[in-house]
Nanobody, 123 residues
Framework: QVQLAESGGGLVHIGDSLRLSCAAS????????AAWFRQGPGKEREFVAV???????RYADSIKGRFTISRDDAKNSLYLQMNNLKPEDTAVYYC?????????????????WGQGTQVTVSS
């Protein structure tokens, strides 16, 4: 069983930065892909970024160049560094994981989810 817990969200202004963290339980040596999704007001949950068990990274076009995903397996942690935040980044951000060799970018590709952390970007 894998449990995920996000933290680091908050209220910021346009152009500010935030670093989200996701603490996870995991088995040593497991091949977990770890991803960030977000769901804005009145919107569907969308893919943000993923780092695979082997270190491959993929970003959504909407955040490419502004956000950076990383993982620290020694700490069982996933991070999302968010820079130059915009109002359209306002959303609940979720971390997700799946033990798989396949790196997915949809909700259905992931088995484990955190409770979410709110990010609000004001103008």
């Amino acid at each position: 069983q894998v449990q995920l817990a996000e933290s680091g969200g908050g209220l910021v202004h346009i152009g500010d930065s935030l670093r989200l963290s996701c603490a996870a339980s995991a088995r040593s040596g497991a091949t977990y892909n770890a991803a960030w999704f977000r769901q804005g007001p009145g919107k569907e949950r969308e893919f943000v970024a993923v780092v695979s068990w082997s270190g491959r990274i993929r970003y959504a076009d909407s955040i490419k160049g502004r956000f950076t995903i990383s993982r620290d397996d020694a700490k069982n942690s996933l991070y999302l560094q968010m820079n130059n935040l915009k109002p359209e980044d306002t959303a609940v951000y979720y971390c997700a994981a799946k033990e798989s060799l396949w790196v997915g970018t949809t909700q259905q590709d992931y088995d484990y989810w955190g409770q979410g952390t709110q990010v609000t970007v004001s103008s």
